[in-house]
């Protein structure tokens, strides 16, 4: 049976690269989902439902991230 690794070492550039290349996909699907006819819409469908999917998985990668930003002596971040 397969397993999956539940930690990967990926530095700032990996992340960086693979979001940058989930934004362009989302971008080609978006423009072929537009160049489609009416007779075509059970593809327009499955490209709506990829492009989804894409931007959940840019959610979960944000999400992970950790956010630093000043705070003042009470530990509050700072507006």
């Keep these: 049976m397969v397993t999956y690794k539940k930690n990967f ?3 700032e ?4 690269l693979i979001e940058d290349t989930l934004r362009n996909q989302i ?5 072929n989902k537009q160049s489609l006819s009416e007779a075509e819409s059970g593809r327009a469908i499955k490209l709506v439902e990829t492009i989804k999917r894409l931007n ?3 959610g ?3 999400n992970q991230k950790i956010w630093y930003s000043q705070v003042n002596q009470t530990g509050v971040p700072l507006g």
Aim: proline share 0%; no cysteine; charged share 45%.
């Design 13 to 16: 550039a990996d992340i960086e």
């Design 60 to 62: 979960k990668l944000h």
């Design 27 to 31: 971008r080609t699907l978006t423009d």
């Design 56 to 58: 959940e998985l840019l």
């Design 9 to 11: 070492d990926l530095d």
